[in-house]
């Protein structure tokens, strides 16, 4: 289902991918700095959601401004909380490289303002910790911040996201954390001698198991 989300004086392009048979919590997915919502691994990961009874709902915000992407899907998470079509208990919020960023920074201001009940989680694929080859300074104070769960599913050889790195930072977190290594594969997901198609399984699999381990455990 395609819609149009306000935002300021203009609209973002998104779309609900729907489950025939709702559970209560829904994924809120962006893509990185280059592409739209329709970049082949958000929409695998959304159809895999969907049929798996999680609603998806991925977004394009085009920019290279951090701080205007975390409003526009600050934004979305307003439009899903107050949706009258579907009525859900929870939102995850994911992202691809620089939307995981955005979608770090947004848990990080709703925190500030008190308003984090409606979220259950973060997913952060190819976090981008770091530039390439300038491993000293990382991006990693929103999530220093954060309480809520974190799974992050990153390659071993992202050139973004040195594997010691991200590990030093996640024993820093106070937010229950699990780290899923692709091995040997890049900044895009990309690993010799693998298709697409079978690396995406491994990641679709892994960001629902995950999830579905947190709904449960907020279910106890």
Request: aromatic share 8%; charged share 25%; hydrophobic share 40%.
């Amino acid at each position: 289902v395609k819609v149009k989300i306000p935002f300021g004086n203009k609209y973002l392009d998104a779309t609900f991918s729907v489950p025939e048979k709702m559970s209560a919590y829904g994924v809120i997915l962006t893509h990185g700095a280059g592409g739209d919502m329709n970049f082949p691994h958000l929409v695998s990961l959304a159809a895999y959601l969907a049929s798996h009874g999680v609603l998806c709902l991925r977004f394009t915000c085009k920019g290279l401004n951090i701080a205007y992407r975390t409003k526009a899907f600050k934004a979305v998470v307003e439009y899903l909380k107050l949706s009258d079509d579907y009525k859900l208990s929870g939102v995850f919020l994911a992202g691809r490289s620089m939307g995981s960023r955005a979608a770090a920074s947004v848990i990080r201001h709703l925190s500030q303002e008190d308003d984090v009940d409606f979220i259950q989680g973060l997913v952060c694929l190819s976090y981008p910790l770091h530039r390439p080859k300038l491993q000293s300074k990382l991006r990693d104070e929103d999530l220093l911040f954060i309480r809520c769960p974190v799974l992050f599913v990153s390659g071993s050889a992202d050139e973004m996201c040195e594997k010691q790195l991200l590990e030093g930072v996640a024993s820093k977190m106070k937010a229950p954390k699990k780290i899923h290594w692709i091995d040997k594969a890049n900044h895009g997901m990309a690993v010799k001698g693998r298709t697409a198609d079978d690396v995406m399984e491994e990641i679709n699999a892994q960001v629902f198991s995950w999830l579905r381990e947190i709904i449960e455990l907020e279910q106890k």
